[in-house]
């Protein structure tokens, strides 16, 4: 008989190995079920379109695959005979190699289209662009310039559509960070991020997001370059209804003030080369460093989306233990590949849920 019992034995020791193995990382499996949130065939323009309930989906599906593809080496081609057009109006490193390699990596096919390959809009309509896109892919990633073309083009497809970045949203990235601080604090309710920088697309995003997780946010941007003030009204809405604070102010120190996370960007994007010089003088005061951690929690970390330019962070900082952006970078590629995955496919995660 014990020798019959021998294989269930090991069996139930690799299976508690594993869950001991999960809470370590940061999982949770007491946490309620996120199963029956169901995703497959959604568009994903912003994530102010996506519930507290569908964004935790989102991250625990990546976190997942991170897990069973990065850990333990498994292969899991669960988007074999699918292809993704990827159209890339901008230049991009971290949004096209994480689309590319992680579509492959799941047995899919990627197309990249650049300006050069398809005008969008100019000898071709979106509209037209985005039927004929319907019946020769799966699925659609777009980085443009203005957040009207991903409006166009979900209109018309009958695929979903992703955006890889435009002028007023950069969700993707946001999955990336909200991951990366789950793993690094191992659990996101009751953090608070302070972001020091221009009111930009990737600050939209934090702010369509954060209170949903149950983060407060706490945003230093100088006279001149607050977020837009329909994204202020939603994201006061967000923070009052879950219960989070949201500060907005033009004194860095003030936002740092208890921060466990300090957050910055770019203050010169794509198409603002005209702007430099003033941007440069009006951002004066805004770089992070170490006094700016000084007065944040002791357990601060540092985000920055890529690419980087000294006046924005120190390299006493950016290069420091606190700083997560290389993480940061890699989880881009986790997370685009759990939402293409729950965007396509009907797949159930198999690692405990994260514990949120």
Not at 23 to 37: D, E, K, N, P
Not at 149 to 178: M, V
Not at 238 to 243: A, D, F, Q
Request: with cysteine; hydrophobic share 35%.
């Amino acid at each position: 008989m014990s020798a019959k019992l021998l294989p269930v034995n090991n069996a139930l020791f690799k299976c508690l190995k594993t869950l001991h193995s999960c809470r370590q990382r940061g999982f949770s499996t007491g946490a309620a079920s996120l199963g029956s949130v169901d995703l497959k065939g959604r568009s994903f323009l912003t994530l102010k379109d996506f519930s507290s309930e569908e964004i935790k989906r989102l991250l625990w599906v990546s976190g997942d695959l991170k897990q069973r593809i990065k850990h333990e080496k498994q292969y899991l081609p669960l988007l074999q005979g699918k292809s993704i057009a990827m159209i890339f109006e901008k230049r991009s490193t971290r949004t096209r190699m994480s689309t590319e390699t992680g579509f492959a990596l799941l047995g899919g096919h990627p197309c990249f289209l650049t300006s050069q390959d398809i005008h969008l809009g100019v000898n071709e309509s979106s509209t037209d662009t985005a039927r004929v896109l319907s019946g020769l892919c799966d699925i659609v990633l777009a980085r443009v310039y203005s957040h009207s073309t991903l409006e166009e083009l979900d209109k018309e497809a009958s695929i979903p559509i992703i955006n890889g970045l435009s002028d007023l949203y950069h969700p993707i990235q946001i999955l990336a960070d909200f991951l990366t601080l789950q793993e690094h604090y191992g659990s996101l309710n009751g953090l608070t991020v302070s972001w020091i920088g221009d009111g930009n697309n990737v600050l939209h995003s934090f702010m369509m997001t954060a209170a949903k997780l149950g983060v407060h946010l706490k945003i230093a941007t100088p006279k001149g370059y607050k977020p837009e003030s329909s994204v202020i009204q939603e994201a006061q809405r967000l923070s009052k209804e879950h219960g989070t604070q949201l500060v907005l102010t033009s004194d860095p120190m003030e936002a740092a003030h208890g921060s466990n996370v300090l957050v910055t960007d770019t203050w010169v994007s794509m198409g603002q080369e005209e702007e430099k010089k003033k941007r440069l003088k009006d951002f004066k005061g805004y770089q992070i460093t170490m006094q700016t951690g000084s007065v944040a929690k002791p357990d601060w970390t540092f985000l920055h989306c890529l690419p980087r330019k000294l006046e924005e962070v120190d390299d006493h900082v950016f290069y420091s233990s606190r700083s997560l952006v290389f993480p940061e970078a890699e989880n881009r590629k986790w997370t685009i590949m759990g939402l293409m995955v729950s965007l396509l496919t009907d797949y159930s995660p198999k690692i405990p849920m994260l514990k949120f």
